[in-house]
């Protein structure tokens, strides 16, 4: 990592130590504001840290085995609207009857909206009524009990989960308001290649789209990349790791700020965009816990998703991004000039 990096991120660090980062915030509403924001025309993608959700339609079960389940989101445009949420995550399962269906697993099936298509009509109609945020992050996770349990995708493809994600993400979600490989890379040899060496969109032209993210390891990403990458021009991104081919080089998903923290802080560096997590299983805000947010932040870590994007009742924990509006300037990569209103300037305290 430069050494420029290196010491921009131990002084945003220092700063935050000063800062309580949970229960610190008035609440607040997102709402449109004026478009024609003064922007930084230098500003880029990859300049932001946004706050973002971990399975972004979760609803607490009735009666929940661990733990872990014991948490409920708003509807996904609340969470943008309300809340300053611009990553999502949405798990995807085949069903024969009822197409793709969205929720956690047969124990923890509570959800906001039932279906891939409800999810995004939902989403879509906020964008689409506030056109100047920017631009969002939607991690797609395919879903499937072999492929979980054995790392077998035989199932995976015979339902044709992978090519049906991508066509129902081309009938509901309108193209002009997405951002895919295929904008990127133009006529680089590969996705890496065009990043590395073009760098990704400015936040100017990017305002009022969404970016898809394949959040599959293993051999599910090993089979997109395979049999849907070179021809499957929707699908816009996908999560990748080190040993991945290059022209799956684009976002990574490190969900450990604390261990992955120098690895975090090098891919940032090095132009690639990284999701994390600020918590997991309830643990952090059961102890009100903010050492791995303070890590997440300090790591330049793009998104930061959270269980608890806002103050919910009998817990003093939830995640903020501090000084966001709703997002800030990227401690790592952005630019010194930058500032939160030039990302987005649509935040309007509830008084």
Known sequence: M????????????????????SGCLKNTEFVNGDE????????????????????????EPLISPTREYMYSHET??????NQGVRQFEIDVWWDLRDG??????QYDSGTTCATLE???????????????????????????????????????????????????????????????????QQNHSSLGQAIITEGWPLISESRGKAMFILLATGEMRDLYIQEYFPDGIMFPMFTSVQEAPVEARAFFSLTDPIT???EIQQLV???????TRADSGGQEADDNDNTRLMAAL?????????????KVEDLDYWVDIPGGNPSRCNPVSAPPTCSSEDIESIHQEIT
């Open 76 to 81: 996904l445009d609340i969470q943008a609207m």
């Open 100 to 105: 793709l269906r969205v929720y956690h697993n």
């Open 260 to 262: 992955d923290q120098s």
């Open 2 to 21: 430069h050494m420029y990096s290196t010491l921009r991120v131990s002084a945003i660090t220092v700063i935050m130590l000063t800062i309580p980062l």
């Open 269 to 275: 560096d090095d132009g690639f965009i990284v999701r």
């Open 118 to 184: 409800i999810c995004l009509s939902v989403l879509l109609q906020w964008s689409s009524n506030n056109p100047s945020h920017h631009t969002i992050f939607i991690w797609i996770e395919p879903k499937d009990w072999p492929e979980q349990t054995a790392g077998v995708t035989t199932t995976v493809q015979f339902t044709e989960l992978l090519g049906d994600i991508e066509s129902e993400i081309d009938e509901f979600w309108p193209r002009n308001k997405s951002i895919i490989p295929q904008d990127i």
């Open 298 to 310: 300090s790591s330049g870590a793009h998104s930061i998703s959270t269980d608890y994007p806002a």
């Open 36 to 59: 024609n924001i003064d922007v930084n025309e230098n500003l880029r993608i990859n300049h932001i840290q946004t706050k973002g959700t971990h399975n972004s339609y979760h609803l």
